[in-house]
């Protein structure tokens, strides 16, 4: 018997660590005019590098910290500051994995103290790394019948980072005397193939707070982006905030805001390949052992984006009866679980807003959690497939009445779509002693209906050809069990 084998390449990308840094820091605010009250607070992680090592991935960054107070003259103010970090998170690396980092911030909390602001942000950290697998199959067997499938096989490439700007102008309708909170976030809404590589287009969510002639007042907008990649296959692209900058110009009557925001894109180019692989053999003269490789594998397939309605009411004690709502930047939105079913996607998260409003001639603040729980049907999508997803808020409104606080928004969600499946096939066969002659002119055997014209070759002992031209009129897989029987040509000495 004589085997010749080739090699069996596929890969995918993997979390191969996971964890939650808290940053804190301390501002020191009497220089600013000292700080009374706190009235919104929000916080961003960037990540500067990722280098691996040994057993652990070293990650170095900052954390973003927009804060909105009123200080000891009851004057509004609005607060940036920035503190780095560097952490080691401990996974499954190699030194010389690239490294993947999907980061965002999950809490965000303030107190003073003696006009200090303590800062703390929960940044949480996925590590991925392409998961390189190799190993080697069956290509060409003399003496034994192999059953050969088709079987797709995955190849990751990197795709070169692009980072472009995206601006637009837009009139605050007043006299601007100061910014008090700038925010953006960008959402990927589609991915299409195109003459030169993938086209991406998406939307920069943009959130204002500023203080003006009429007191504090809030605006909200979407930038639309398009953007041209290189691609040669299907594109897993993420979009991240690179740097934002708002300049106020225009008539001092009427300022108009100058938001200039650098995206950047990464990801991966994902080469799908069709590849025979050797799956189940036999011999008809020889007892053989088969030994099988198995290959977990995951392969992004595609995205979809939708809008969702979601509302919520928020009661508490120390709310208003009636109030004139004035700004409600979303800090952020986290999605706590993506999760498939047969057809459908189902997103569970939740939003995170401050609202500025006027009791009375008081100018006050709550910050307020949107839960939402949303279920949209996708034909094809099936409960082993893998989800991850990114949203945001638009159209955000806050409405006060009665001591309930009434919330409506619009939920704009991405949901990546990963199939999960395995790759099987024969990596080894040995030869063993030689079978007993059959002589039996024709054998019975009773076809279950799960049964292929291989498992009934193989149960008989005959080329599955020679199963298929004595009974030309059998098809695969059967509705029920039935006999079937095969003829064979008598041997002699």
């Known amino acids: 018997m004589e085997l010749s084998y080739k090699d069996l390449i596929n890969n995918c990308v993997i979390d191969c660590a996971h964890d939650q840094l808290a940053v804190t820091c301390s501002v020191d605010t009497k220089d600013r005019g000292g700080v009374k009250k706190l009235l919104g607070l929000s916080a961003e992680c960037k990540v500067y590098t990722a280098e691996a090592m040994k057993g652990e991935a070293k990650i170095t960054g900052k954390a973003c910290y927009k804060v909105i107070y009123i200080d000891r003259d009851n004057k509004t103010a609005g607060l940036d500051y920035f503190c780095d970090f560097s952490e080691s998170i401990v996974g499954d690396i190699a030194p010389q994995d690239i490294l993947n980092v999907c980061h965002s911030v999950v809490d965000v909390s303030g107190r003073i103290e003696d006009d200090v602001i303590t800062l703390t942000a929960i940044c949480d950290f996925v590590i991925k790394v392409i998961g390189k697998h190799s190993g080697k199959t069956i290509d060409v067997a003399n003496e034994i019948y192999t059953n050969r499938e088709l079987q797709e096989t995955v190849e990751l490439s990197p795709l070169k980072e692009d980072t472009f700007e995206v601006s637009v102008e837009e009139e605050s309708g007043t006299s601007v005397d100061k910014v008090l909170y700038f925010g953006t976030t960008p959402l990927i809404t589609a991915v299409t193939k195109s003459d030169v590589g993938a086209l991406v287009e998406g939307v920069v969510q943009t959130e204002i707070v500023y203080l003006g002639e009429n007191g504090v007042r809030g605006k909200s907008f979407g930038i639309p982006f398009s953007e041209e990649i290189e691609a040669d296959n299907l594109a897993d692209v993420k979009a991240t905030i690179k740097n934002s900058r708002l300049v106020l110009s225009g008539d001092s009557a009427n300022n108009v805001f100058e938001v200039e925001v650098f995206v950047t894109l990464s990801g991966?180019?994902?080469?799908?390949?069709?590849?025979?692989?050797?799956?189940?053999?036999?011999?008809?003269?020889?007892?053989?052992?088969?030994?099988?490789?198995?290959?977990?594998?995951?392969?992004?397939?595609?995205?979809?984006?939708?809008?969702?309605?979601?509302?919520?009411?928020?009661?508490?004690?120390?709310?208003?009866?009636?109030?004139?709502?004035?700004?409600?930047?979303?800090?952020?939105?986290?999605?706590?679980?993506?999760?498939?079913?047969?057809?459908?996607?189902?997103?569970?998260?939740?939003?995170?807003?401050?609202?500025?409003?006027?009791?009375?001639?008081?100018?006050?603040?709550?910050?307020?959690?949107?839960?939402?729980?949303?279920?949209?049907?996708?034909?094809?999508?099936?409960?082993?497939?893998?989800?991850?997803?990114?949203?945001?808020i638009t159209d955000f409104t806050a409405t006060f009445m009665s001591g309930i606080i009434?919330?409506?928004?619009?939920?704009?969600?991405?949901?990546?779509?990963?199939?999960?499946?395995?790759?099987?096939?024969?990596?080894?066969?040995?030869?063993?002693?030689?079978?007993p002659r059959n002589n039996s002119g024709i054998s019975i055997y009773y076809v279950n209906p799960a049964d292929s014209?291989?498992?009934?070759?193989?149960?008989?002992?005959?080329?599955?050809?020679?199963?298929?031209?004595?009974?030309?009129?059998?098809?695969?897989?059967?509705?029920?069990?039935?006999?079937?029987?095969?003829?064979?040509k008598r041997q002699t000495e």
């Open 406 to 435: 009434t919330l409506r928004a619009m939920l704009k969600a991405r949901v990546c779509i990963y199939k999960t499946y395995s790759l099987k096939w024969v990596s080894q066969v040995k030869e063993g002693e030689e079978k």
């Open 268 to 392: 991966y180019d994902v080469a799908v390949r069709d590849v025979e692989l050797v799956v189940d053999a036999f011999s008809p003269e020889k007892q053989i052992e088969v030994t099988h490789d198995f290959l977990p594998c995951k392969r992004y397939v595609g995205s979809k984006t939708f809008d969702f309605p979601v509302s919520t009411e928020v009661e508490g004690d120390s709310l208003p009866d009636n109030a004139t709502v004035l700004a409600t930047p979303v800090l952020r939105v986290n999605i706590a679980n993506a999760l498939a079913g047969e057809n459908e996607v189902t997103l569970e998260g939740l939003a995170v807003a401050t609202i500025l409003y006027m009791n009375e001639d008081r100018l006050d603040s709550v910050q307020v959690e949107l839960p939402f729980s949303v279920t949209e049907k996708v034909d094809g999508i099936t409960p082993t497939d893998t989800l991850t997803a990114k949203a945001l």
């Open 453 to 488: 014209i291989w498992d009934i070759a193989k149960a008989v002992n005959m080329s599955p050809e020679e199963v298929e031209s004595t009974n030309p009129e059998l098809t695969t897989p059967t509705n029920e069990t039935r006999r079937v029987i095969v003829y064979r």
